[in-house]
């Protein structure tokens, strides 16, 4: 099994950036795929971002809305994959999981709510 806490979520001004983390309860090396979805009230979790791991060639993934702002990437020493997030608009405002493939499983964090505000 997997656990997944993710942190980082908050208010952010119009412009501003926020950088979430998520850190798992296992070595994410043995990951086959983690990334980042976001919801809103009424409408289905959609993909941010995905990112493989080393052996299955570290590829990325964005979704259109996310290309050029945002950066995901992975520290395999600390069990953490991050979504560096900039340029930040009010249609980003959701809830944002973690996500993890992990021996054909999907598992999924709590959540962490960002709001981009003015």
């Known amino acids: 099994q997997v656990q997944l806490v993710e942190s980082g979520g908050g208010l952010v001004q119009p412009g501003g950036s926020l950088r979430l983390s998520c850190a798992a309860s296992r070595s994410i090396s043995s990951i086959a795929v983690m990334g980042w979805y976001r919801q809103v009230p009424g409408k289905q979790r959609e993909l941010v971002a995905t990112i493989a791991s080393f052996t299955r060639g570290g590829s990325i993934n964005y979704a259109d809305s996310a290309k050029d702002r945002f950066t995901i990437s992975r520290d395999n020493a600390k069990n953490s994959v991050y979504l560096q997030m900039n340029s930040l608009q009010p249609e980003d405002t959701a809830v944002y999981y973690c996500?993890?493939?992990?021996?054909?499983?999907?598992?999924w964090g709590q959540g962490t709510q960002v709001t981009v505000s003015s």
């Open positions: 996500n993890a493939v992990y021996l054909t499983r999907t598992y």
